[in-house]
């Protein structure tokens, strides 16, 4: 017997785990998307610590990203290059 525990995707993120089981089945309510998917399945150290709980629908992989989400992204990204270039101009203010 091995002692485990489980969590969300969105709980997952920014963790890397030594050993990894993924369930990438269609939950009972909602979906999966790109993003879900990549979280999922980027948590583990290699190809060899990750382990698919079951078969799964090879569709969830050939859909487009949902635009609201890349549009987050996007906005994401624009913040964090005004902060780098904020960050320089105070870091030159201040010598």
């Given at each position: 017997m091995?002692?485990?525990?489980?969590?969300?995707d969105?709980?997952?993120?920014?963790?890397?785990?030594?050993?990894?089981?993924?369930?990438?089945?269609?939950?009972?309510?909602?979906?999966?998307?790109?993003?879900?998917?990549?979280?999922?399945?980027?948590?583990?150290?290699?190809?060899?610590?990750?382990?698919?709980?079951?078969?799964?629908?090879?569709?969830?992989?050939?859909?487009?990203?949902?635009?609201?989400l890349?549009?987050?992204?996007?906005?994401?990204?624009?913040?964090?290059?005004?902060?780098?270039?904020?960050?320089?101009?105070?870091?030159?203010?201040?010598?």
């Open positions: 091995t002692t485990a525990y489980g969590f969300t969105y709980c997952s993120q920014g963790q890397t785990l030594p050993y990894v089981i993924v369930d990438i089945t269609k939950p009972p309510t909602g979906g999966l998307n790109l993003f879900n998917l990549y979280i999922a399945l980027s948590r583990s150290s290699g190809g060899e610590t990750i382990r698919l709980l079951c078969d799964f629908d090879n569709q969830m992989f050939l859909k487009s990203p949902n635009v609201a890349l549009m987050e992204d996007d906005q994401l990204d624009k913040l964090d290059q005004e902060t780098k270039v904020w960050q320089q101009q105070m870091h030159c203010d201040k010598r």
